[in-house]
């Protein structure tokens, strides 16, 4: 099965527009995460901050354009993977992997379709 | 074979079915609605050319033939393929239905409690799940179990097997190291499991025959994890409680408290085999909460015959103990029931009023408790009263034969003192 994690961090750990010197840190992890997934590993990316956020809104046919990302929180979407697993066992020991600095979660959602 | 009969065959195999459908096929919605669409193919074929020789065997045949039906139909639509449905005939050939059931049968109850026990399934529907899909419980008895209305319950058992289907949750006995997760799930699911099972003390009730199905997936629990100290403390609390089973009601189907059971019919083999069990459960999880209430069976079960003391002190003593760990309306009720034996009823009755009544209005235990000790604290009206009450809540039918005789005896002899635990053995 096909899996995307998302990934939800406070990403002020990573200090204004992510520069500070801590990204590096996790991109790091990220690479060898990601060669650690090996053939597994079908796609993902990391994202940049939320302040580079556009969002399209649609209410009632109409489309509006917005500053910021969809939602407020106190953690934000900061990247994903998308992953292929056995099952979900397999996904949840992977995303127990998915290096994250401080606090954070990784949301497992099976892809839609075969 | 009557209606009553049918449904017991009906319950009795869907335990062991769903289990081998959905190991087979690796979905559960797909595996109940075969089974239930056998079951009324036999209602409609069995009158008419008689039940057969081994009727699991062949609701399993039968089943098993739809369930493949299905998957090809799903699989024809989605490949949008136009051909006429195949006719399978569904009914089992003469040598199939000669087969034993066990050998037909494969045995995936584990594998199926550790489905409904994932940790990725939300922990209120883990135990329903169980108790429909395992145990072959309806929804109105789980609804009932649970305290929920019907409606609710049945859209969290939707809810889950949707989880379980699209998540991706595997079918596979998981590997070792996600065995300690799944532990305590499965284990409180079998205390629901078993607390149903036990609560009708004649033992005639559709609970009883999966209490054997509990005493061997609890031992089964402790050979998988024997490092697991409740597993051993759960495996010897259900072995405790079946060994009273021969003792729990008389020769007229009245329900016979603990305190009044005679241990000597008690089966020997079963408690000597919790003792063991309960050995390994103190050594690993000496102070655990099920640690404690498998002390608390063998301090009944000690006792040797009716002549030696009731072991009230003992008990009342294990109960302040499992209070400190879990501290709920349904220990301090048991606590109360001790607390009447050794301090005395008045004092007792003081703290069950200090219970959240509205809570417990509706549950047995609590109105048969309160009915004693008002009786005993010589509040006769009130008494009887509260045994209308809780006769009210149609109480399992040993019990309210125990509960009706309480009420008559209201008021005769008023010197005579009742014994405290109503509560039935459990």
């Not at chain 1, 940049?48 to 046919?61: H, I, N, P, Q, Y």
């Not at chain 2, 409690?113 to 939300?122: D, R, T």
């Not at chain 2, 419980?137 to 969290?156: D, G, K, N, S």
């Not at chain 2, 125990?402 to 053995?425: E, F, H, I, T, V």
Request: hydrophobic fraction near 45%; include cysteine.
């Amino acid at each position: 099965m096909k899996y995307a994690l998302l990934i939800y961090e406070d990403e002020a750990v990573y200090g204004p527009d992510k520069a500070g010197p801590r990204i590096q840190e996790v991109v790091g992890k990220h690479m060898d995460f990601a060669q650690g997934l090996g053939p597994k590993r079908l796609g993902g990316a990391g994202l940049k901050g939320t302040t580079s956020a556009t969002t399209v809104r649609t209410s009632a046919g109409r489309k509006t354009v917005h500053d910021g990302p969809f939602a407020e929180a106190k953690e934000q979407l900061g990247g994903f993977y998308l992953i292929e697993a056995s099952d979900l066992d397999e996904a949840i020991a992977i995303a127990k992997k998915v290096p994250i600095l401080q606090d954070g979660a990784i949301e497992i959602r099976p892809v839609l379709g075969p | 074979m009557n209606g009553q009969a049918l449904e017991r065959v009906f319950r009795e195999a869907s335990r062991r079915i769903i289990a081998a459908l959905a190991a087979q096929f690796r979905d559960l919605g797909l595996s109940e609605d075969a089974f239930a669409e056998a079951c009324l193919r036999a209602l409609r074929t069995w009158p008419e050319r008689g039940v057969p020789d081994d009727p699991t065997a062949w609701l399993y045949r039968v089943a098993y033939r739809i369930a493949l039906d299905a998957l090809r139909a799903r699989r024809r639509s989605r490949e949008n393929v136009h051909k006429a449905s195949e006719l399978i005939d569904a009914n089992p050939t003469p040598e199939e239905q000669m087969l034993d059931d066990s050998r037909v049968i494969p045995d995936e109850r584990l594998r199926l409690i550790l489905i409904c026990c994932h940790p990725a399934v939300a922990p209120d529907a883990r135990a329903a799940l169980t108790l429909r899909l395992v145990c072959g419980l309806t929804v109105t008895e789980i609804a009932h179990a649970f305290l929920l209305e019907e409606p609710t319950l049945a859209q969290r058992l939707v809810r889950a097997k949707h989880k379980i289907a699209e998540s991706g949750i595997p079918f596979d006995l998981p590997s070792k190291e996600h065995w300690p997760v799944r532990l305590e799930a499965v284990l409180s699911t079998l205390e629901v499991a078993y607390s149903k099972a036990h609560e009708d003390a004649a033992g005639a009730g559709r609970h009883t025959g999966f209490a054997a199905e509990i005493l061997h997936l609890s031992k089964v629990m402790t050979e998988l994890l024997p490092d697991a100290g409740e597993a051993y403390a759960l495996a010897a609390v259900v072995r405790y409680a079946e060994a009273r089973r021969p003792a729990r009601v008389d020769a007229e189907g009245v329900m016979i408290p603990l305190s009044l059971q005679d241990p000597r019919h008690w089966r020997r083999d079963f408690i000597a085999d919790a003792d063991r069990l309960l050995a390994r459960a103190v050594d690993l999880a000496p102070e655990s909460i099920r640690t404690l209430q498998a002390q608390l069976q063998a301090a009944w079960c000690a006792r040797a015959s009716l002549n030696g003391p009731a072991p009230w002190p003992h008990v009342l003593e294990l109960y302040d103990r499992l209070l400190a760990l879990r501290d709920d309306p349904i220990v301090r009720l048991n606590r109360i029931v001790a607390l009447a034996e050794v301090v005395g009823a008045d004092t007792a009755l003081v703290q069950l009023h200090a219970l959240e009544a509205s809570k417990l209005a509706e549950f047995i235990p609590y109105q048969a408790v309160r009915a004693d000790l008002l009786a005993r604290s010589g509040r006769i009206d009130e008494a009887r009263a509260a045994y209308a009450a809780v006769l009210a809540l149609k109480p399992a039918p040993a019990e309210q034969r125990w509960l009706s005789r309480q009420l008559s005896q209201l008021g005769g002899r008023g010197d005579r003192p009742l014994p405290a635990d109503l509560r039935p053995d459990r």
